[in-house]
């Protein structure tokens, strides 16, 4: 079997305790209960919070809902793509590319499951009597139920290595802030298993529980920027950017005159930058290494590290040299964005770009961060910091040895030298060559470039044409991704975007883009957590949101005003809606399953006429199989009124469709729309047109 199941060491631990938790009250979302969970002490209130005995409840979770699908033969421990041959007699898709027929959720661990057990009214750290009310791994096992109900085949967690807490974001810090390229946040440990097992048991266990449900686990790496006091500052202080710490206050994104706002750098406009009287400002406020700065109180604070290992070594360089390492800042020239005042950039190179020499005057310049020296894609120095980039290179490998993860994004990867990228990028598939890698390229145009360099798929920018389907931005999307070259994210919303239930058109929207998602030609379904339950205010205002974006919930709600990125948050599991979209994603997530070799060959698709370029319509077909002249069922009609307000009587041009299938017939049935009874018939006139009645925002998927 290989190795010891962490997954049924956990079930044990929670069925030994199981007395502990009679009597005690402690709620869960009954959203979270999708394997019947059957013990006489359960209690379920109308507004849809469940009573339960925690150990009862997660033990049972594991017992009779995921083990119930394992095989002994099987090590769950390592990635799927190597059971793959032993579960279904074959060799796996080369390369990563599985990722194309997947359905992904993406999943901030300590934020998807956090919930107030004790219904005090907040999210503590620990209820009243001792449980975890922000996520943790162990709880999360409870949510593979609804996951694998909604049809996801693969998690894509925002990043679990341990984080700073010092100059942090908001009540916890942001999970991109890492303070340890190579341990788990800590937070994400539960308290139900004591010390029988460690934070790394249990994200053993719950990728166990994932992949005995054949659901793949990505992870998110940052190798570009990490916490201010990042563990690496001990050993190897000179991989960072200096600042006296008497000059933060003044510090930041310099202004370089005669240039536009949010511009990226160039060698043309490095003359221009470095002329900068700001520029110049800054790089003055720039110091050596404290290893440099004052040799014997460097030895003295690795002594003091080296004796208490809690302390906190940047702490100590502050107070005993009056330097810090400095924050980090946008690499566009202009940002009108403040200094990112948690993280900072890791010195990828050890001199200066090549094309900015010329312009560095001073011999004695200490390592700074500027523009150019950040943008490591565009300029790029003589001395790459080797030691550095085999550090980042094992980050992903270390995830696979340890816990077999499936696949990973790489974090401002398009921002890194290609030099580095294919060193990350290298041992992670010859570890396993399926392994699969999100590039984040927002850009339709980088594509072709993220596909070069090895990626599978890339984000896109669905997030931003989808909400706007009142300039037609939807259908652009939906359409013209079927033109790149890798697959994109369909996705109306992620993790750094406003929520698509905030935007006009609300749950219609929601329901729309979701289903065509589903169907989109070269689109990868993506669910962020939260869309499922109409969440209106966003995780983080990075991309595409104001600031004003965080204030979305009601004024009383608890949470108004809070992100999850750095909060501590509550999705609102118990909304009177909350069981309408997972009904939704277990239909249509059938129907793609059901058809997945139709839905993931671009040969299959073509666009379906629908009469005037205004017309909010859209259509989507697809031939089952690639069968152009068979029988009568071999077509999929996936049809949307694109109006997100208003009935629409929409017509549907398909006489192309009966020249291309002598035996078509001309009548269809209704495979699944919400707002109607399944298998309902339709009929086309004489010209095969086809008229249909769409409520606002509906979507019909019909098979001929």
């Not at 998110?220 to 710490?245: A, E, G, M």
Request: aromatic share 12%; with cysteine.
């Amino acid at each position: 079997m290989g190795k010891e199941s962490k997954l049924i060491k956990l079930m044990n631990i929670l069925k030994k305790k199981s007395k502990i938790g009679e009597g005690i009250s402690y709620a869960v979302p009954d959203l979270w209960n999708c394997f019947d969970y059957s013990s006489k002490e359960s209690n379920c209130r109308e507004d849809g919070v469940l009573f339960v005995n925690p150990y009862d409840f997660y033990s049972e979770c594991i017992e009779k809902y995921i083990l119930k699908s394992r095989k002994s033969s099987i090590d769950y421990s390592k990635s799927l793509s190597k059971n793959v041959a032993t579960v279904n007699g074959s060799v796996g898709v080369i390369g990563g590319d599985w990722i194309k027929s997947s359905i992904i959720y993406s999943m901030q661990i300590r934020t998807s499951t956090s919930w107030d057990h004790d219904l005090d009214g907040y999210l503590s750290d620990y209820s009243a009597n001792g449980f975890k009310e922000t996520g943790t791994f162990v709880k999360s096992i409870a949510l593979l139920p609804l996951l694998k109900k909604m049809g996801i085949t693969a998690l894509y967690l925002l990043p679990i290595s341990q984080h700073s807490y010092k100059y942090k974001k908001g009540e916890l810090g942001s999970p991109y802030a890492v303070k340890d390229f190579f341990a788990l946040d800590e937070e994400l440990k539960d308290p139900m298993t004591g010390d029988e097992m460690t934070v790394e048991d249990e994200f053993s266990a719950f990728i166990e529980g994932c992949h005995i449900l054949d659901i793949r686990v990505m992870i998110d790496i940052i190798p570009r920027t990490c916490s201010r006091d990042n563990n690496l500052i001990l050993t190897h202080p000179y991989w960072f950017y200096w600042i006296n710490l008497e000059e933060v206050s003044e510090y930041g994104p310099p202004r370089v005159e005669s240039i536009g706002q949010n511009v990226k750098p160039s060698e043309e406009l490095l003359p221009l930058m470095y002329q900068s009287e700001n520029v110049k400002s800054l790089l003055k406020k720039f110091t050596v290494s404290p290893d440099k700065y004052d040799a014997v109180k460097w030895r003295e604070i690795q002594t003091m590290c080296a004796v208490n290992p809690r302390l906190n070594v940047l702490d100590l360089i502050e107070e005993y040299m009056g330097i810090t390492t400095a924050p980090a800042f946008s690499d566009c020239i202009n940002d009108p964005q403040a200094p990112w005042e948690d993280v900072t950039y890791l010195r990828l190179y050890l001199d200066t770009p090549t094309a900015s020499k010329r312009y560095m005057k001073d011999i004695n310049q200490p390592p700074y961060i500027l523009n150019d020296t950040i943008k490591c894609n565009l300029f790029q120095g003589n001395e790459p910091n080797e030691a550095l980039w085999s550090v980042l290179a094992d980050i992903i490998p270390y995830y696979q040895r340890n816990f077999g993860i499936d696949g990973a994004r790489i974090d401002m990867g398009h921002a890194l030298p290609q030099d580095l990228v294919e060193m990350i990028m290298r041992m992670p598939r010859a570890i396993d060559k399926d392994f699969s890698f999100i590039a984040e390229e927002l850009v339709d145009l980088g594509a072709a470039a993220a596909k070069k360099m090895g990626y599978n798929m890339i984000i896109g920018d669905g997030f931003y044409k989808e909400p706007r389907w009142q300039e037609h931005k939807i259908h652009g999307f939906i359409y013209d991704s079927r033109n790149l070259v890798c697959p994109v994210f369909a996705a109306g919303e992620i993790a750094d975007s406003s929520r698509l239930a905030a935007r006009y058109g609300g749950k219609n929207l929601v329901k729309c883009a979701t289903m065509l998602n589903h169907f989109m030609p070269n689109g990868i379904p993506f669910i962020n957590s939260g869309l499922e339950l109409y969440e209106t205010q966003p995780m983080n205002t990075g991309l595409d949101a104001t600031s004003e974006e965080r204030y979305r919930l009601d004024i009383n709600d608890k949470y108004y005003g809070k992100l999850a990125f750095f909060d501590k948050y509550q999705l609102h599991w118990n909304n009177k809606d909350r069981w309408e979209m997972p009904g939704i994603l277990s239909n249509i997530s059938k129907i793609r399953e059901e058809y997945k070799d139709t839905f993931t060959n671009l040969d299959n698709f073509f666009p379906v006429s629908c009469g005037d370029w205004s017309s909010p319509a859209i259509a989507l077909g697809w031939i089952i199989n690639g069968k152009r002249r068979c029988q009568r069922d071999n077509l999929i009609l996936v049809l949307a009124n694109a109006d997100m307000s208003n009935y629409r009587d929409l017509y549907f041009d398909l006489d192309g469709i009966r020249r291309e299938s002598y035996n078509a017939s001309r009548e269809a049935y209704l495979l699944y729309s919400p707002n109607e009874l399944s298998r309902y018939i339709y009929e086309f006139d004489d010209r095969w047109n086809l008229k249909l009645g769409f409520g606002p925002g509906e979507v019909k998927i019909i098979k001929m």
